[in-house]
Nanobody, 123 residues
Framework: QVQLVESGGGSVQAGGSLRLSCAAS????????MSWFRQAPGKEREFVAG????????EYADSVKGRFTISRDNAKNTVYLQMDSLKFEDTAVYYC????????????????WGQGTQVTVSS
């Protein structure tokens, strides 16, 4: 059974940090591009960051560049999102997603999704 399980969400004040984790099982993790998406109430799901299979390439949304860092540990089948200098507008449910091939920013091409973890930033 393919499964992605996110953890690490919570409430934090603006300027603070959180580290999200996403543990994968039931899929060839090291062969998958892994990405983080987020969805705020009333908004569409948007790309946050992606990392290639061997972590040689990363991509970020302009809104999080310089503040968020995506990484992965293939030995642990886990992808991380370090979020620093958090802003109120980062408040959303954060999802990890996986796909074969290359990093793509469209959520529709991702076959595997986690259940999401809430991040709330208070100003």
């Amino acid at each position: 059974q393919v499964q992605l399980v996110e953890s690490g969400g919570g409430s934090v004040q603006a300027g603070g940090s959180l580290r999200l984790s996403c543990a994968a099982s039931g899929l060839p993790f090291s062969m998958y591009v892994m990405s983080w998406f987020r969805q705020a109430p009333g908004k569409e799901r948007e790309f946050v960051a992606g990392i290639s299979q061997r972590a040689g390439s990363t991509e970020y949304a302009d809104s999080v560049k310089g503040r968020f860092t995506i990484s992965r540990d293939n030995a642990k089948n886990t992808v991380y999102l370090q979020m620093d200098s958090l802003k109120f507008e980062d408040t959303a449910v954060y999802y990890c997603a996986g796909k074969p091939g290359s990093i793509q920013k469209s959520p529709t091409v991702h076959a595997v999704w986690g259940q999401g973890t809430q991040v709330t930033v208070s100003s």
